[in-house]
């Protein structure tokens, strides 16, 4: 059931005393009832990209969805997409201490024939959307001497103040949330920053936040994902260093007034004082100095409702939850709130009392599901588990059944798992959760398998929720999902949710506080450390790899899965991605580690990115098939945005590298492709069948090496 308080337990600060909702200026012109259209349905359900092409918001709408009304490209012609321009941003992480974990994940807007995105660093670009020819750009300037927790941007916002001239300063404005924690407003025009929207053009969100004392060289709060706008309000979570401590910064969500800047009201997810609602699930003592359960992906809003979808994460630290005892109501949360005042309306925990780091990651996305009772206005919510959960948007109430199923116990001092946890029906369950034992060992040599099924042997392994502990615990899907950020792809007419899973079993290990040394990480490549300040314990956690490198379970490690929302089964599935830029020319499609969105289309395509060996592709909706896919000068780990400008339809992507297991390469390519493009492609492409063909002749060639070496064998031994 869904958790409602009986009164507002927010702190409200004082705000205008009414906010109003109105059709954008496009949809109220002479003979737009098509526009007008296209925006009421982008308002009621959530799943429709603005009116003449635009793709005006993060993942295409308000209320998410990655989802696109047009059909220029069909699954007939998509074989003729071709690049019709790039562009490089020329930011690499020069200069910072770090670069190599700087990441380009920005999801474009497209506005009126413009294009705006940003780099990992913040800085901001508008583009000719048609010919990628630069307008404006801006430069926050964070400082380049620091390391920043998490140092990603995935977009910017956009918003038209119906009140203003259309020729006014700031009547059009970018916003973004950048790494040293600002929000700052830019005239979409020229990129200048609104002198009227806090102090001249930029909040400083550090302000009424508890920031605890760390090393200089880091900041460890952020904002990564745009803030989600409605009417005249503005919403913005903030994304916090995991695992640094138990007092860790707040994960507060605040609601802004967008012209002026001026604060409207803030949400914690946490409660503070023994008369909040929530506090039953708290111990109070801890709950006064616990930080996070802050909300990093992006956020949705349904504005006829008036609210605001809010995914939370895990209260601090991650692994270890002595320090934060109770089910930690909120945290692990989809939370709807009232967009005007932040009052809580009700929300719906998906993981009890966090150990796993299992943040909702993923942006919730407002539907229209059909079920036997007939349409329901739900929101799905996808995690980290790979699970699929769906809820009445207005009341909270489950729209696919939920159980609570028992889990298993923690076996370290001072921590109380929780005895159960919400899981949806098993269809809904899309990643691996079995057990991993020895027999589930893998790798390309016996060499590497024996030494897989040994580190397997000694890590407790019970399923998705086994508890940490000292020994090591074996952990799938772990932290990196399942379902991260790249969330759900929406296709309301076929009533599919499409959405990446990965499968990549993590280790972790809680480290007694005596025995914390942070010099034994050169003892254990590929895996992180963590001190966990205020708990008697350490971390050690990683990906669970062969001494090669390689991930010790079998492929796939990457699907792509199609769920039919009326029948709450998986309609199809497929491995996504092939290992070329490990093993070149290998055609096979194995399922490779993927961080990244997809995007679907009216006419029955859906667009992805994400797996690590740098391909866009195009698939059928209604099947899985791969119909189309174009390689990349490094890994797409981002959304692709799909616009029209004057007719013509267009599919961006941001190439940005540097994640999962491919050739680890880094780039700053942002690559746009329509029908019979004559852009330049910015590398090599081979397609399938040269890779086919290839590796045809080497398995022929490899056949004729065995025969001569079979013949030369015979000849030996016929002469003894």
């Known amino acids: 059931m869904a958790d409602h308080p009986e009164e507002i337990d927010t702190v409200t600060a004082t705000r205008h005393a009414s906010h109003h909702y109105e059709l954008p200026e496009k949809a109220t012109r002479p003979g737009a009832a098509a526009g007008r259209a296209a925006w009421i349905l982008a308002l009621l359900t959530g799943t429709a990209a603005a009116a003449d092409g635009d793709w005006a918001h993060y993942a295409g709408a308000p209320g998410g969805g990655q989802y696109s009304p047009l059909a220029q490209v069909t699954p007939d012609n998509v074989h003729r ?13 020069q200069g910072l201490p770090d670069p190599d974990r700087m990441r380009f994940e920005a999801n474009p807007l497209v506005v009126d024939g413009r294009m705006y995105l940003s780099t990992g660093t913040n800085r901001v670009f508008a583009l000719d959307a048609s010919t990628g020819a630069q307008l404006w750009t801006f430069d926050p300037a964070i400082a380049r001497d620091k390391r920043y927790g998490d140092p990603a941007s995935r977009g910017v916002s956009y918003w038209r103040d119906s009140h203003a001239p ?97 604060l409207l009201w803030r949400w914690d997810p946490v409660p503070r004082s023994a008369g909040d ?42 692994y270890y939850g002595g320090e934060r005892l109770g089910d930690n109501r909120d945290a692990n949360s989809l939370v709807a709130l009232d967009l005007k005042t932040g009052r809580r309306v009700w929300a719906q925990q998906l993981v009890h009392h966090d150990l796993w780091d299992y943040d909702l990651a993923s942006q919730p996305v407002l539907a229209t599901v059909q079920t036997p009772q007939g349409p329901r206005d739900a929101v799905l919510q996808a995690t980290k588990t790979g699970f699929l959960f769906a809820f009445d948007r207005r009341s909270g109430e489950p729209v696919f059944p939920i159980r609570e199923v028992p889990v298993p116990a923690s076996d370290v001092p001072g921590e109380r798992a929780s005895p159960t946890q919400p899981m949806p029906e098993p269809s809904l369950r899309l990643a691996r959760h079995a057990p991993v034992t020895t027999a589930d060992a893998w790798g390309v040599t016996p060499g590497e398998r024996k030494a897989c099924a040994a580190l397997i042997a000694g890590l407790r392994s019970e399923g998705p929720f086994t508890p940490p502990s000292v020994q090591g615990t074996l952990v799938s899907p772990g932290w990196a999902g399942g379902v991260n950020w790249g969330g759900i792809a929406l296709d309301p007419p076929r009533q599919l949710a499409i959405l990446p899973v990965m499968d990549l ?56 899965v199609a769920v039919d929302l009326r029948t709450q089964q998986v309609a199809w599935e497929r491995p996504l991605g092939t290992m070329e830029d490990v093993l070149p020319w290998l055609p096979l499609d194995v399922g490779m580690p993927l961080l990244g969105g997809a995007v679907s289309t009216a006419s029955g395509l859906t667009f992805i990115a994400a797996a690590a060996d740098s391909r866009l592709r195009a698939f059928e909706t209604a099947t899985g098939k791969e119909l189309w896919s174009s390689k990349l000068p490094a890994g797409g780990h981002a959304t692709p945005s799909v616009y029209a400008v004057e007719g013509k339809q267009y599919v961006a992507i941001a190439a940005g590298g540097r994640e999962g297991f491919g050739n680890g390469k880094l780039d700053d390519a942002l690559v746009v492709y329509t029908l019979d493009g004559s852009g330049q492609n910015l590398v090599y492409q081979h397609g399938t069948a040269l890779r086919m063909t290839v590796l045809g002749v080497v398995g022929l060639l490899a056949m004729a090496g065995a025969v001569v070496l079979f013949a030369a064998w015979r000849r030996r031994r016929v002469g003894r």
């Open 81 to 93: 997409l071709k690049v019709a321009w790039s562009f490089r941003t020329g930011e690499r992480g």
């Open 166 to 262: 259309a020729d006014a300063a700031c009547a059009t404005r970018v916003l973004i949330g950048t790494l040293d924690a600002r929000l700052i407003a830019l005239d979409a025009r020229n990129g200048q920053p609104c002198a009227g929207f806090g102090k001249q053009g930029t909040i400083d969100l550090r302000e009424d936040i508890y920031i605890p004392p760390t090393d200089s060289n880091w900041r460890n709060y952020a904002v990564t994902s745009p803030p989600v706008i409605a009417g005249d309000v503005l919403v913005t979570g903030s994304a916090v260093g995991d695992n640094r401590a138990h007092k860790q910064e707040q994960g507060v969500v605040r609601g802004y007034d967008v012209r002026s800047g001026h």
């Open 277 to 318: 609602p929530r506090a039953s699930g708290w111990h109070l003592g801890q709950a006064e100095t616990v930080g996070s359960a802050n909300a990093w992906p992006p956020l949705s809003v349904d504005p006829v409702l008036g609210l605001v979808f809010v995914p939370t994460g895990s209260a601090s630290p991650d």
């Open 505 to 560: 079993p993590m280790q972790v290990a809680l480290i007694p506080r005596d025995q914390f040394r942070w010099e034994d990480q050169e003892k254990f490549p590929h895996q992180d450390f963590n001190d966990m300040q205020g708990t008697p314990y350490g971390l050690r956690r990683g990906p669970l790899l062969s001494p090669k490198g390689i991930p010790c379970m079998a492929p796939p490690w990457g699907r792509l």
